[in-house]
């Protein structure tokens, strides 16, 4: 049970920006745009840890360009304000698409390049965010279903500019991108541009 000053804490709307270019040289992974992450893991960590359960608004922005792995079953938005998915470019306002490629290739949970990470770790746990105190046990059987991308939960979830490609390993298993779950009173928007 949350008192008073951690209730004000968690429900204050928040904006934030996540940046992740697999091909960045920077010695240091913050999520920033001049200090991206490197794995698609990382920002999945960080918003499933330290924003579920939130009214955060957040913009994970990939590199026009470039290959962002995701692995299946790895990120869920739990109850949020909005997650919106983009392209961004470092040269100019109009970016091209990044490909998002779904693997079921576990990921690397950091990169071995950069000398200081943002994150103690990336480890998905969702046991403890997943429980019957936050949804109902017919939600919680749902949310385990496999072989998904993106869970989806009580969030506004925008698609903006990106191209999903699929590596599967068992071509006899299929996977969806974005599941959905109780959206009443929220938006979803999915372009290409």
Same mark, same amino acid.
């Given at each position: 049970?949350?008192?008073?000053?951690?209730?004000?804490?968690?429900?204050?709307?928040?904006?934030?920006?996540? *940046?992740?270019?697999?091909?960045?040289?920077?010695?240091?992974?913050?999520?920033?745009?001049?200090?991206?992450?490197?794995?698609?893991?990382?920002?999945?960590?960080?918003?499933?840890?330290? *924003?579920?359960?939130?009214?955060?608004?957040?913009?994970?922005?990939?590199?026009?360009?470039?290959?962002? *792995?995701?692995?299946?079953?790895?990120?869920?938005?739990?109850?949020?304000?909005?997650?919106?998915? !983009?392209?961004?470019?470092?040269?100019?306002? *109009?970016?091209?698409?990044?490909?998002?490629?779904?693997?079921?290739?576990?990921?690397?949970? !950091?990169?071995?390049?950069?000398?200081?990470?943002?994150?103690?770790?990336?480890?998905?746990?969702? =046991?403890?965010?997943?429980?019957?105190?936050?949804?109902?046990?017919?939600?919680?059987?749902?949310?385990?279903?496999?072989?998904?991308?993106?869970?989806?939960?009580?969030?506004?979830?925008?698609?903006?500019?990106?191209?999903?490609? =699929?590596?599967?390993?068992?071509?006899?298993?299929?996977?969806?991108?974005?599941?959905?779950?109780?959206?009443?009173?929220?938006?979803?928007?999915?372009?290409?541009?």
């Amino acid at each position: 049970m949350l008192n008073d000053d951690q209730f004000a804490v968690t429900n204050v709307c928040r904006s934030l920006d996540l *940046y992740v270019d697999p091909e960045s040289s920077e010695l240091m992974e913050l999520g920033t745009k001049q200090y991206p992450y490197r794995h698609f893991r990382a920002a999945s960590s960080e918003i499933l840890n330290h *924003y579920s359960f939130t009214d955060a608004n957040i913009k994970i922005h990939l590199k026009e360009g470039t290959r962002v *792995y995701v692995e299946i079953d790895t990120t869920y938005f739990l109850s949020m304000g909005m997650v919106n998915i !983009t392209s961004y470019s470092d040269s100019n306002d *109009y970016s091209g698409k990044a490909l998002v490629v779904q693997t079921s290739i576990p990921q690397p949970q !950091t990169s071995g390049q950069a000398v200081f990470h943002l994150l103690k770790n990336t480890d998905i746990i969702t =046991s403890d965010k997943i429980t019957v105190d936050n949804y109902e046990p017919s939600l919680i059987l749902r949310l385990g279903r496999k072989r998904i991308v993106f869970k989806i939960v009580t969030t506004n979830y925008t698609l903006w500019n990106i191209d999903f490609y =699929s590596e599967q390993v068992d071509y006899h298993s299929d996977s969806v991108v974005s599941y959905l779950y109780m959206l009443q009173n929220r938006n979803i928007v999915m372009s290409k541009l």
